[in-house]
Protein backbone atom coordinates (compact mmCIF):
# COMPACT_ATOMS: atom_id res chain seq x y z
CA UNK A 1 0.00 0.00 0.00
CA UNK A 2 1.59 2.96 -0.96
CA UNK A 3 1.31 6.50 1.06
CA UNK A 4 0.80 5.53 4.77
CA UNK A 5 -0.56 7.94 7.13
CA UNK A 6 0.03 8.52 11.08
CA UNK A 7 -1.71 6.49 13.21
CA UNK A 8 -5.68 7.14 13.29
CA UNK A 9 -8.00 6.38 15.99
CA UNK A 10 -11.12 5.39 14.66
CA UNK A 11 -14.65 4.03 15.97
CA UNK A 12 -15.38 0.51 15.20
CA UNK A 13 -18.43 0.90 13.35
CA UNK A 14 -16.34 2.92 11.07
CA UNK A 15 -14.20 -0.07 10.40
CA UNK A 16 -15.27 -2.47 7.46
CA UNK A 17 -13.81 -5.91 6.21
CA UNK A 18 -11.62 -6.71 3.28
CA UNK A 19 -14.25 -6.86 0.95
CA UNK A 20 -11.57 -9.68 -0.57
CA UNK A 21 -11.46 -11.33 3.05
CA UNK A 22 -11.96 -15.06 2.03
CA UNK A 23 -12.21 -16.11 5.59
CA UNK A 24 -15.55 -16.46 6.61
CA UNK A 25 -15.40 -18.32 9.84
CA UNK A 26 -13.42 -17.09 13.29
CA UNK A 27 -12.48 -19.70 15.37
CA UNK A 28 -13.75 -18.97 18.71
CA UNK A 29 -10.57 -19.84 20.82
CA UNK A 30 -8.28 -17.76 18.61
CA UNK A 31 -10.27 -14.82 19.27
CA UNK A 32 -10.86 -15.36 22.68
CA UNK A 33 -7.12 -15.76 23.37
CA UNK A 34 -6.34 -12.39 21.00
CA UNK A 35 -8.74 -10.39 22.78
CA UNK A 36 -6.44 -11.36 26.19
CA UNK A 37 -3.30 -11.21 25.18
CA UNK A 38 -4.54 -7.72 23.57
CA UNK A 39 -5.97 -6.36 27.09
CA UNK A 40 -3.06 -7.91 29.16
CA UNK A 41 -0.73 -5.76 27.10
CA UNK A 42 -2.70 -2.49 27.69
CA UNK A 43 -0.89 -1.36 30.17
CA UNK A 44 2.25 -2.01 29.05
CA UNK A 45 1.44 -0.53 25.43
CA UNK A 46 -0.81 1.76 26.23
CA UNK A 47 -0.33 3.67 22.91
CA UNK A 48 -1.91 1.13 21.26
CA UNK A 49 -4.37 -0.56 23.58
CA UNK A 50 -2.15 -3.54 23.60
CA UNK A 51 -1.89 -4.08 19.77
CA UNK A 52 1.35 -5.22 18.96
CA UNK A 53 0.86 -4.38 15.29
CA UNK A 54 -1.59 -2.05 13.91
CA UNK A 55 -3.93 -2.94 10.92
CA UNK A 56 -3.80 -1.42 8.00
CA UNK A 57 -6.37 0.09 5.80
CA UNK A 58 -7.53 2.22 3.12
CA UNK A 59 -9.97 5.38 3.37
CA UNK A 60 -13.63 5.68 1.67
CA UNK A 61 -17.24 6.39 1.65
CA UNK A 62 -20.42 4.74 1.17
CA UNK A 63 -22.56 6.26 -1.63
CA UNK A 64 -26.25 6.05 -1.18
CA UNK A 65 -26.73 2.37 -3.15
CA UNK A 66 -23.75 1.01 -0.24
CA UNK A 67 -20.97 0.71 -2.44
CA UNK A 68 -17.11 1.81 -1.22
CA UNK A 69 -15.60 4.71 -2.93
CA UNK A 70 -12.24 4.68 -2.06
CA UNK A 71 -10.71 8.01 -1.04
CA UNK A 72 -8.08 9.75 -3.81
CA UNK A 73 -4.91 9.05 -3.59
CA UNK A 74 -3.23 12.37 -2.92
CA UNK A 75 -5.05 12.73 0.01
CA UNK A 76 -3.01 10.39 1.99
CA UNK A 77 -0.37 12.81 1.83
CA UNK A 78 -2.15 15.16 3.92
CA UNK A 79 -2.99 13.77 7.50
CA UNK A 80 -5.32 17.15 8.53
CA UNK A 81 -6.80 16.63 5.35
CA UNK A 82 -7.48 13.00 5.41
CA UNK A 83 -8.77 13.11 8.99
CA UNK A 84 -11.41 16.19 7.87
CA UNK A 85 -12.44 13.22 5.35
CA UNK A 86 -13.17 10.91 7.78
CA UNK A 87 -15.11 13.27 9.86
CA UNK A 88 -17.32 13.66 6.67
CA UNK A 89 -20.80 11.87 6.28
CA UNK A 90 -20.16 8.34 4.82
CA UNK A 91 -16.65 8.07 5.67
CA UNK A 92 -15.30 4.74 6.64
CA UNK A 93 -12.33 2.59 5.91
CA UNK A 94 -11.87 -1.18 4.77
CA UNK A 95 -9.38 -3.11 6.06
CA UNK A 96 -5.98 -4.60 4.16
CA UNK A 97 -5.48 -7.26 6.78
CA UNK A 98 -6.57 -7.40 10.37
CA UNK A 99 -10.15 -9.12 10.80
CA UNK A 100 -8.78 -11.18 13.89
CA UNK A 101 -7.78 -8.39 15.62
CA UNK A 102 -10.73 -6.06 14.73
CA UNK A 103 -13.21 -8.52 16.39
CA UNK A 104 -10.86 -8.85 19.17
CA UNK A 105 -11.46 -5.43 20.07
CA UNK A 106 -15.26 -5.56 19.00
CA UNK A 107 -15.32 -8.30 22.07
CA UNK A 108 -13.33 -6.61 24.59
CA UNK A 109 -15.95 -3.69 23.85
CA UNK A 110 -19.08 -4.89 23.80
CA UNK A 111 -19.46 -8.83 24.48
CA UNK A 112 -19.10 -11.56 22.49
CA UNK A 113 -22.78 -11.55 20.82
CA UNK A 114 -21.23 -8.64 18.71
CA UNK A 115 -18.89 -11.36 16.76
CA UNK A 116 -21.04 -14.56 17.57
CA UNK A 117 -24.58 -15.85 17.21
CA UNK A 118 -25.26 -18.00 19.17
CA UNK A 119 -22.98 -17.66 21.83
CA UNK A 120 -20.35 -20.67 21.76
CA UNK A 121 -19.94 -22.69 24.82
CA UNK A 122 -16.97 -21.95 26.19
CA UNK A 123 -14.01 -24.68 27.57
CA UNK A 124 -14.28 -24.49 31.68
CA UNK A 125 -11.11 -23.17 32.51
CA UNK A 126 -11.88 -20.09 29.56
CA UNK A 127 -14.17 -16.96 30.82
CA UNK A 128 -15.11 -13.78 28.50
CA UNK A 129 -12.98 -10.50 28.95
CA UNK A 130 -14.47 -8.07 30.72
CA UNK A 131 -16.14 -5.34 28.67
CA UNK A 132 -13.76 -2.12 28.22
CA UNK A 133 -15.14 1.45 26.31
CA UNK A 134 -11.80 2.18 25.74
CA UNK A 135 -11.77 -0.47 22.91
CA UNK A 136 -14.81 0.91 21.24
CA UNK A 137 -12.03 3.03 19.16
CA UNK A 138 -9.10 0.97 17.31
CA UNK A 139 -5.79 2.47 16.32
CA UNK A 140 -5.00 1.98 12.43
CA UNK A 141 -2.61 3.44 9.47
CA UNK A 142 -4.03 4.42 6.53
CA UNK A 143 -2.85 4.01 2.92
CA UNK A 144 -4.26 4.27 -0.65
CA UNK A 145 -4.44 0.78 -1.83
CA UNK A 146 -6.66 -0.53 -5.35
CA UNK A 147 -8.78 -3.57 -5.45
CA UNK A 148 -6.40 -5.73 -6.32
CA UNK A 149 -3.88 -4.38 -4.13
CA UNK A 150 -6.97 -4.81 -1.60
CA UNK A 151 -7.08 -8.71 -2.60
CA UNK A 152 -3.49 -9.49 -2.42
CA UNK A 153 -3.11 -7.99 1.08
CA UNK A 154 -5.98 -10.35 2.10
CA UNK A 155 -5.06 -13.62 0.57
CA UNK A 156 -1.60 -13.09 1.10
CA UNK A 157 -2.31 -13.27 4.72
CA UNK A 158 -4.63 -15.62 5.14
CA UNK A 159 -2.20 -18.17 2.63
CA UNK A 160 0.43 -17.46 4.53
CA UNK A 161 -1.58 -18.77 7.84
CA UNK A 162 -3.00 -21.94 6.39
CA UNK A 163 -6.67 -21.31 7.90
CA UNK A 164 -9.03 -20.74 5.42
CA UNK A 165 -11.60 -23.52 4.02
CA UNK A 166 -10.97 -24.90 0.66
CA UNK A 167 -14.92 -23.01 0.14
CA UNK A 168 -13.12 -19.92 0.84
CA UNK A 169 -10.20 -20.21 -0.74
CA UNK A 170 -12.56 -21.38 -4.15
CA UNK A 171 -14.69 -17.75 -3.57
CA UNK A 172 -11.71 -15.64 -3.07
CA UNK A 173 -10.01 -17.35 -6.71
CA UNK A 174 -13.80 -16.53 -8.17
CA UNK A 175 -13.46 -12.97 -7.13
CA UNK A 176 -10.44 -12.34 -8.33
CA UNK A 177 -10.95 -14.10 -11.63
CA UNK A 178 -14.55 -12.51 -12.05
CA UNK A 179 -14.60 -9.01 -10.32
CA UNK A 180 -10.78 -8.23 -10.75
CA UNK A 181 -10.05 -9.63 -14.44
CA UNK A 182 -6.97 -11.79 -13.28
CA UNK A 183 -6.13 -14.89 -15.12
CA UNK A 184 -5.92 -18.22 -13.61
CA UNK A 185 -2.24 -17.90 -12.55
CA UNK A 186 -2.86 -14.75 -11.12
CA UNK A 187 -4.89 -15.78 -8.71
CA UNK A 188 -3.11 -19.06 -7.84
CA UNK A 189 -0.14 -17.15 -7.39
CA UNK A 190 -0.45 -15.83 -4.08
CA UNK A 191 -1.59 -19.30 -2.69
CA UNK A 192 1.48 -21.05 -4.14
CA UNK A 193 -1.37 -22.48 -6.83
CA UNK A 194 -1.03 -23.55 -10.25
CA UNK A 195 -3.76 -22.92 -12.95
CA UNK A 196 -5.20 -26.44 -12.87
CA UNK A 197 -5.50 -26.25 -9.15
CA UNK A 198 -7.04 -23.41 -8.99
CA UNK A 199 -9.53 -24.25 -11.57
CA UNK A 200 -10.11 -27.78 -9.71
CA UNK A 201 -10.76 -25.25 -6.48
CA UNK A 202 -13.40 -22.96 -8.04
CA UNK A 203 -15.24 -26.25 -9.39
CA UNK A 204 -16.36 -26.62 -5.60
CA UNK A 205 -18.36 -23.65 -5.66
CA UNK A 206 -20.36 -25.38 -7.83
CA UNK A 207 -21.57 -27.82 -5.35
CA UNK A 208 -25.22 -27.54 -2.96
CA UNK A 209 -24.63 -24.80 -0.53
CA UNK A 210 -25.46 -27.88 1.79
CA UNK A 211 -22.15 -29.48 0.66
CA UNK A 212 -20.12 -26.50 0.86
CA UNK A 213 -21.13 -25.55 4.35
CA UNK A 214 -20.05 -29.12 5.06
CA UNK A 215 -16.81 -28.43 3.83
CA UNK A 216 -16.29 -24.91 5.71
CA UNK A 217 -16.90 -26.71 8.71
CA UNK A 218 -14.77 -28.99 8.49
CA UNK A 219 -17.67 -32.28 8.45
CA UNK A 220 -16.31 -33.40 5.43
CA UNK A 221 -12.98 -32.77 3.36
CA UNK A 222 -12.08 -31.41 0.20
CA UNK A 223 -11.32 -34.96 -1.12
CA UNK A 224 -14.70 -36.37 -0.52
CA UNK A 225 -16.31 -33.09 -2.11
CA UNK A 226 -14.38 -33.78 -5.17
CA UNK A 227 -15.68 -36.99 -5.23
CA UNK A 228 -19.59 -35.55 -4.66
CA UNK A 229 -18.57 -33.66 -7.49
CA UNK A 230 -18.90 -36.25 -10.00
CA UNK A 231 -22.53 -36.53 -9.45
CA UNK A 232 -23.48 -32.89 -10.30
CA UNK A 233 -25.80 -34.13 -12.78
CA UNK A 234 -27.85 -36.08 -10.18
CA UNK A 235 -28.75 -33.49 -7.06
CA UNK A 236 -30.96 -36.07 -5.33
CA UNK A 237 -28.03 -38.98 -6.17
CA UNK A 238 -25.12 -36.43 -4.85
CA UNK A 239 -27.46 -35.58 -1.20
CA UNK A 240 -27.98 -39.25 -0.31
CA UNK A 241 -23.99 -40.21 -1.11
CA UNK A 242 -23.33 -36.63 0.80
CA UNK A 243 -25.30 -38.13 3.59
CA UNK A 244 -23.94 -41.48 3.83
CA UNK A 245 -20.30 -39.97 3.95
CA UNK A 246 -21.80 -39.24 7.90
CA UNK A 247 -23.96 -42.02 8.47
CA UNK A 248 -21.13 -44.53 7.55
CA UNK A 249 -17.97 -42.60 8.38
CA UNK A 250 -16.67 -43.36 4.75
CA UNK A 251 -13.15 -42.56 3.67
CA UNK A 252 -12.60 -40.91 0.72
CA UNK A 253 -11.19 -44.28 -1.22
CA UNK A 254 -14.83 -45.67 -0.05
CA UNK A 255 -16.90 -42.63 -1.31
CA UNK A 256 -14.76 -42.79 -4.75
CA UNK A 257 -16.07 -45.93 -5.19
CA UNK A 258 -19.92 -45.98 -4.18
CA UNK A 259 -19.67 -42.97 -6.61
CA UNK A 260 -17.88 -44.82 -9.28
CA UNK A 261 -21.24 -46.71 -9.11
CA UNK A 262 -23.73 -44.31 -8.91
CA UNK A 263 -21.82 -42.34 -11.56
CA UNK A 264 -22.09 -44.89 -14.32
CA UNK A 265 -25.94 -45.95 -13.47
CA UNK A 266 -26.32 -42.01 -13.88
CA UNK A 267 -24.09 -41.78 -17.53
CA UNK A 268 -26.27 -44.97 -18.43
CA UNK A 269 -29.40 -43.08 -17.42
CA UNK A 270 -28.02 -40.34 -19.01
CA UNK A 271 -27.42 -42.00 -22.17
CA UNK A 272 -31.27 -43.63 -22.48
CA UNK A 273 -32.25 -39.95 -22.02
CA UNK A 274 -30.30 -38.70 -25.15
CA UNK A 275 -31.39 -41.52 -27.36
CA UNK A 276 -35.09 -41.14 -26.42
CA UNK A 277 -34.99 -37.27 -26.62
CA UNK A 278 -33.13 -38.09 -30.77
CA UNK A 279 -36.04 -40.78 -31.28
CA UNK A 280 -38.87 -38.05 -30.29
CA UNK A 281 -37.14 -35.54 -33.07
CA UNK A 282 -37.31 -38.26 -35.89
CA UNK A 283 -40.75 -39.01 -35.01
CA UNK A 284 -41.91 -34.96 -34.50
CA UNK A 285 -40.08 -34.98 -38.16
CA UNK A 286 -42.53 -37.68 -39.24
CA UNK A 287 -40.79 -41.16 -39.66
CA UNK A 288 -42.85 -44.07 -40.69
CA UNK A 289 -42.62 -47.53 -39.44
CA UNK A 290 -41.87 -50.31 -42.51
CA UNK A 291 -45.14 -50.99 -44.53
CA UNK A 292 -47.06 -47.94 -43.02
CA UNK A 293 -47.67 -44.77 -45.42
CA UNK A 294 -48.69 -42.75 -41.84
CA UNK A 295 -45.99 -41.51 -39.79
CA UNK A 296 -45.75 -42.81 -35.98
CA UNK A 297 -47.25 -39.83 -33.64
CA UNK A 298 -44.81 -39.01 -30.85
CA UNK A 299 -47.60 -40.31 -28.46
CA UNK A 300 -46.11 -43.77 -29.23
CA UNK A 301 -42.92 -43.21 -27.80
CA UNK A 302 -42.02 -45.83 -24.92
CA UNK A 303 -40.39 -43.90 -22.07
CA UNK A 304 -41.20 -46.12 -18.77
CA UNK A 305 -39.35 -49.15 -18.00
CA UNK A 306 -41.60 -51.19 -16.67
CA UNK A 307 -43.70 -52.12 -19.89
CA UNK A 308 -42.13 -55.12 -22.03
CA UNK A 309 -40.92 -53.99 -25.26
CA UNK A 310 -40.63 -57.04 -28.26
CA UNK A 311 -38.64 -55.62 -30.82
CA UNK A 312 -39.33 -56.45 -34.40
CA UNK A 313 -36.45 -57.40 -36.56
CA UNK A 314 -37.30 -57.57 -40.61
CA UNK A 315 -34.95 -60.00 -40.91
CA UNK A 316 -37.22 -62.23 -39.08
CA UNK A 317 -39.96 -63.38 -41.97
CA UNK A 318 -42.45 -63.06 -39.84
CA UNK A 319 -42.03 -60.08 -37.87
CA UNK A 320 -41.58 -58.92 -41.53
CA UNK A 321 -44.99 -60.18 -42.77
CA UNK A 322 -46.85 -58.56 -39.98
CA UNK A 323 -45.51 -55.42 -40.57
CA UNK A 324 -46.15 -55.42 -44.71
CA UNK A 325 -49.79 -56.91 -44.79
CA UNK A 326 -50.80 -54.43 -41.90
CA UNK A 327 -51.38 -56.87 -39.12
CA UNK A 328 -48.88 -54.64 -36.59
CA UNK A 329 -48.88 -51.22 -37.28
CA UNK A 330 -50.28 -47.81 -36.16
CA UNK A 331 -53.68 -49.11 -35.75
CA UNK A 332 -52.43 -51.08 -32.88
CA UNK A 333 -52.23 -49.35 -29.44
CA UNK A 334 -49.59 -51.79 -28.96
CA UNK A 335 -47.48 -50.87 -31.34
CA UNK A 336 -44.89 -48.49 -30.29
CA UNK A 337 -40.91 -47.35 -30.25
CA UNK A 338 -38.97 -47.87 -27.10
CA UNK A 339 -35.49 -48.27 -25.36
CA UNK A 340 -34.11 -51.64 -25.54
CA UNK A 341 -30.81 -52.67 -24.29
CA UNK A 342 -30.34 -55.82 -26.73
CA UNK A 343 -30.95 -53.69 -29.65
CA UNK A 344 -28.91 -54.74 -32.51
CA UNK A 345 -28.47 -53.83 -35.97
CA UNK A 346 -31.50 -56.30 -37.25
CA UNK A 347 -33.71 -54.22 -35.24
CA UNK A 348 -35.67 -51.05 -36.59
CA UNK A 349 -34.60 -47.77 -34.78
CA UNK A 350 -36.34 -44.02 -36.15
CA UNK A 351 -32.72 -42.77 -35.49
CA UNK A 352 -30.08 -45.57 -35.88
CA UNK A 353 -27.52 -43.16 -35.61
CA UNK A 354 -28.29 -40.89 -32.77
CA UNK A 355 -30.54 -43.73 -31.01
CA UNK A 356 -29.35 -46.99 -31.79
CA UNK A 357 -31.38 -48.46 -28.62
CA UNK A 358 -34.71 -46.87 -29.59
CA UNK A 359 -36.62 -49.84 -31.70
CA UNK A 360 -39.78 -50.56 -33.06
CA UNK A 361 -41.94 -52.82 -31.31
CA UNK A 362 -44.84 -54.43 -29.58
CA UNK A 363 -46.22 -53.77 -26.21
CA UNK A 364 -48.94 -56.43 -26.42
CA UNK A 365 -49.23 -59.51 -24.01
CA UNK A 366 -46.43 -62.40 -25.18
CA UNK A 367 -49.41 -64.79 -25.64
CA UNK A 368 -51.42 -61.95 -27.49
CA UNK A 369 -48.23 -61.38 -29.98
CA UNK A 370 -47.72 -65.07 -29.97
CA UNK A 371 -50.96 -66.04 -31.20
CA UNK A 372 -50.58 -63.12 -34.05
CA UNK A 373 -47.32 -64.94 -35.10
CA UNK A 374 -48.47 -67.98 -35.16
CA UNK A 375 -51.71 -67.25 -37.08
CA UNK A 376 -49.13 -65.09 -39.85
CA UNK A 377 -47.05 -68.69 -40.12
CA UNK A 378 -50.04 -70.33 -41.05
Same mark, same amino acid.
Not at 294 to 309: A, F, S
Given at each position: ????? +????????????????????????????? /???????????????????????????????????????????????????????? /?????????????????????????????????????? +??????????????????????????????????????? #?? /? &??????????????? #????????????????? &????? =?????????????? #????????????? +?? #????????????????? &??? !???????????????????????????????????? !?????? !?????????????????????????????????? =?????????? /???????????????????????? !?????????? &??
Amino acid at each position: MENTS +PVFWLTLSKILDNPYQPRQYYAVDHILNL /AHSIASLKEELPATLGLQQLPLARAGKLDNAGDFIPAPHTLYKHPEQLRTYLGERG /ACVQLAFGHSRLRAFMLLADGPSTIFSPLPKLDPDAAW +PVRDPAYLQMPLVLGFADDKTMWTQAVTENAQRKNITAI #EE /A &RTLQQATEELGLTLE #EAGKPFGYAKSTVSNKM &RLLRL =PDTVQAAVAKGEIT #ERHARELLRLEAD +PE #EMATMHKKIGERDLTVK &RLA !DEVSYAARLLKEKQDKQRELDAAKVALAAGWKPPGS !DEPLGV !DRLQTKNDVNLNTFDLNDSTDKALLYTGQCGNHC =PCFRVGYSSY /ASGKTIQPDPTNAPHVCLGCTARW !DTQRAKREEM &RK
